[in-house]
């Protein structure tokens, strides 16, 4: 994970309004047009079957299929003045 998808996952839990010790859910599937479809929301807590990691303080939550997907992978983030948008 390169410094600015962290940056921007802190951002997304703390604005969530959830109380502390919320942290970040990361699903990916495969399908969609480009090949993978990503989603990602804050979290309460882990769901049944998700891995839950801390890095830096930042809670990470990963689901099983997600985890397969992910293996090898550097997430990113990227804002330009035309849209935001997180990649791998």
Do not use: H, W
């Amino acid at each position: 994970m390169t410094p600015a998808a962290e940056k921007f996952m802190r951002r997304i839990v703390r604005f969530s309004g959830l109380p502390s010790g919320a942290g970040f859910r990361l699903l990916v599937n495969s399908g969609g047009c480009p090949g993978y479809d990503a989603g990602f929301s804050a979290v309460t807590g882990a769901q049944p079957g998700d891995e839950a990691m801390e890095i830096n303080g930042l809670r990470l939550f990963l689901p099983a299929e997600s985890r397969l997907l992910l293996d090898g992978v550097t997430i990113d983030f990227v804002d330009t003045p035309d849209r935001s948008v997180s990649r791998s």
